[in-house]
């Protein structure tokens, strides 16, 4: 198991060196000086000279990519141009009202998702479950931002029951800062609810045939403990593997919900990054999401002998 | 994935689809594929007779007739002293423009977008898919770049691409292609796969097949039932992430109507004129609907093992 773990530990760095470069190439696929680039509109030409040589644009491209990976390893993400700060402070500042909004939209999308996906295959062929079926493929094909401005319409606009737009920290009471998470979870989570669901209720299909399912409703047990012990939990190794692969869909969507309800976080200062051509936010931001998609699939991967411990390493 | 590889045996035919039974039968058993195929050519027929279809010019600017309700109604003065009235069915954006001749003619730019990804992300994912399947000292390099680039949420890398250049059509849509391509690699790579280990590749190869050929007589024939499956997956998510791209502002110049530009000016007064984003919306989750729907018929249809799982 622990020769499992460092070998699959080891398999991400290969694919962690690949989005580096993809990343570092990014500004160097610009036409045009990169130093100008990073130093701006309004920079003098010793800002640009600093930065060449802070970068070491001077010098092979092989040896660039060694200073820069060199830096980011070590947390240094080089400065804004646009936030005029560093690009490490400014993704610390920005990271809580994030992560509030992908933990939010993670539990809701599970906690629907799975008893759907369930339910839809339990009810096989009913008007229960090609009602999931169509809801998830609505799911997929409604865009984002189309769902979320819908919802403000509705619920904040029309009805009034919650805040329109806006974040409030944590720390500023618990109270308004759910009542602001409420409606972008939901905007985010459809399409991931969408996901899961087709997947568990695929997953679910394949074992509800079982011999074991069979032994067990034959011994007299009921449905529901059938459903959770018998059949969800040999169906979880496909599910969870999507919920970590959907984790690419979750980052999409962060950006998107996070434009449409103003909320201050990192995929917020994506858009405004690119807006504002400032690279080295816009380089930071791309490789933090994908490392942090990288491990949370190396954490799936990890999960499986847990969920079915007949799968040895 | 090789259901088409195996010949049926004569007996196994379908029946023939000439009886007006066996077209009913037929339609109904592919309902979802007729209604999203009947959804998308109305969509097409859209795009195509826009011109014709009552529409003014999208990006004309009025400054008088800025923010109009839909349904609402202007007389406009002509130079000769008639009047004529002007109906704006879907309302004007804060720039006065007609909606929905912006809407119309957005379909054009949405469905240019979809198909043109789904095309040379297909051609583009084939080829490389082939020859990774095929060489083996290619497989292994091919496929960690192809890890990596997946590795990036496929919208962070498109905006992270289009932020290259001054976005317009032809970045927008190689911005899209690069993170589709390395889904229909591993697809194709798995067929691929899966097909050479078949003992007929294996008795073409014993009969002294080169590679070249083996490549184009047995291995691509049946790669085409799920790359077309997946090549119409490929068009909604382009239509949705090109929409998203304008959404944000960073897409096509937003003088261009696209649902997503026309969406993204009516941010600001969204509160006052939800129509600005209502009406683009409906258009953009029909026509990705009906794509989906397609997608899912085609898959039921071309991939028959598969449909009776799922």
Redesign the interface.
């Known amino acids: 198991m622990l020769g499992y773990i460092v070998r699959r530990f080891l398999a991400t760095i290969p694919v962690m060196a690949v989005v580096a470069v993809v990343v570092f190439m990014l500004l160097r696929l610009t036409t045009g000086d990169p130093a100008a680039i990073i130093a701006g509109d309004n920079a003098t030409s010793q800002d640009v000279a600093a930065i060449r040589t802070k970068l070491g644009l001077d010098r092979p491209i092989a040896q660039q990519f060694i200073i820069w990976i060199g830096n980011v390893l070590r947390g240094d993400f080089g400065e804004s141009f646009f936030f005029k700060k560093q690009v490490a402070d400014l993704i610390v500042e920005r990271f809580e009202p994030t992560l509030a909004l992908a933990t939010c939209t993670l539990v809701l999308a599970v906690s629907t998702a799975v008893p759907l996906g369930v339910l839809a295959a339990w009810r096989r062929g009913t008007w229960i479950d090609r009602a999931v079926m169509g809801l998830s493929v609505l799911g997929f094909s409604v865009p984002v931002f189309v769902i979320g401005y819908v919802l403000i319409y509705l619920v904040a606009i029309q009805l009034g029951w919650l805040p329109v737009q806006g974040y409030q920290r944590l720390a500023e009471g618990f109270p308004g800062f759910i009542e602001r998470l409420i409606l972008p979870s939901v905007t985010l989570a459809i399409i991931y609810i969408a996901l899961i669901a087709r997947i568990t209720r695929t997953s679910v299909l394949e074992v509800l045939n079982a011999d074991h399912v069979r032994t067990a409703r034959a011994k007299g047990l009921g449905e529901f403990p059938v459903l959770l012990r018998h059949v969800l939990r040999n169906a979880a190794v496909p599910i969870v593997t999507v919920i970590g692969l959907g984790i690419a869909l979750l980052i999409g969507g962060v950006v998107v919900t996070e434009s449409v309800y103003a909320i201050p976080g990192l995929g917020r200062l994506t858009v405004d990054a690119v807006l504002a051509r400032d690279y080295p936010t816009v380089q930071a931001v791309i490789l933090l999401f994908s490392a942090v998609y990288v491990l949370i699939n190396l954490l799936v991967d990890l999960t499986y002998a847990f969920l079915d411990p007949r799968i040895r390493y | 994935m090789k259901a088409v590889a195996e010949p049926p045996i004569a007996t196994d035919f379908p029946p023939a689809v000439t009886t007006r039974l066996g077209v009913a039968r037929h339609l109904r058993r592919h309902r ?1 594929m007729v209604i999203g195929g009947a959804i998308l050519v109305l969509i097409v027929a859209i795009a195509v007779l826009a011109p014709v279809l009552g529409t003014v010019n999208p990006a004309q600017i009025d400054p008088v007739a800025r923010n109009r309700r839909p349904g609402a109604e202007r007389t406009v003065r002509n130079a000769d002293g008639t009047e004529t009235i002007v109906k704006y069915r879907m309302g004007t954006d804060s720039l006065g423009r007609d909606v929905y001749s912006r809407v119309v003619y957005g379909a054009r730019v949405s469905l240019i977008v979809g198909v043109t990804v789904a095309l040379i992300s297909a051609a583009a994912g084939l080829v490389i898919g082939i020859l990774a399947g095929y060489l083996r000292w290619l497989d292994n390099v091919v496929m ?2 192809m ?11 498109a ?7 001054r976005a317009g059509l032809r970045t927008v849509i190689l911005a899209i292609v690069i993170p589709e391509v390395p889904r229909v690699v591993r697809l194709v790579r798995s067929v691929v796969l899966s097909i050479r280990e078949e003992p007929y590749v294996e008795a073409a190869v014993a009969l002294g097949a080169r590679t070249p050929m083996l490549l184009v007589r047995h291995v691509l024939p049946n790669t085409v039932a799920p790359l077309i499956v997946q090549a119409t997956f490929v068009c ?1 998510s382009a239509i ?1 992430v090109e ?2 791209l304008s ?4 897409g096509i110049p937003p003088e261009t109507p696209t649902w997503g530009n026309i ?1 993204a000016e009516g941010r600001a007064l ?2 006052l004129f ?1 129509h600005n ?2 009406f683009p ?1 409906i258009f ?2 029909a026509t ?2 009906a794509v ?2 397609l997608g ?1 018929g085609l898959r039921d249809m071309l991939d028959p093992r598969l449909a009776k ?2």
Do not use: C, K, Y
């Not at chain 2, 890890?147 to 890398?157: E, K, N, R, T, V």
């Not at chain 2, 905006?159 to 250049?165: A, C, K, Q, R, T």
């Open positions: 979802s960690r770049v890890d990596g680039l997946m590795s990036i949420p496929a919208i962070l890398l905006i992270g691409l289009v932020s290259l250049s909604a949705i929409a998203i959404f944000l502002g960073v969406m969204f509160r939800p984003i209502l919306g953009l989750a990705v609907l989906n729907m899912d799982g799922v």
